[in-house]
């Protein structure tokens, strides 16, 4: 059974950095596409950022150039480094893991950028 399991969420002013990180069990990791997505108050679900096995990204334009999503084999961990906060980045990150099986979902971890 796959789980997933965020940290790092938090307050933190605009301007702030914060890194979430993404522990996975019961998966062959390295060979699974991992993403991070968001949802907001009253919003879809987007996607942030993601990661193939091979280490290829992709971004939302919204945030090109301030985050990084990277991937850790060895910890079975995907991260996203979030730099320049803005107050429009507030909501709840969710880890995704998209394997043969199918898509699995962390429980999501808050961000509230905010002064």
């Known amino acids: 059974q796959v789980q997933l399991v965020e940290s790092g969420g938090g307050l933190v002013q605009p301007g702030g950095s914060l890194r979430l990180s993404c522990e996975a069990s019961?998966?062959?990791?390295?060979?699974?596409?991992m993403a991070w997505y968001r949802q907001a108050p009253g919003q879809q679900r987007e996607l942030v950022a993601s990661?193939?096995?091979?280490?290829?990204?992709a971004y939302v334009d919204s945030v090109k150039g301030r985050f990084t999503i990277s991937r850790d084999n060895t910890r079975n961990t995907v991260y996203l480094q979030m730099n320049s906060l803005k107050p429009e980045d507030t909501a709840v990150y969710f880890c995704?893991?998209?394997?043969?099986?199918?898509?699995?979902w962390g429980q999501g971890t808050q961000v509230t950028v905010s002064s």
């Open positions: 995704n893991l998209h394997g043969i099986s199918g898509d699995y």
């Open positions: 990661i193939t096995s091979g280490r290829s990204t």
């Open positions: 019961g998966s062959i990791f390295s060979r699974n596409d």
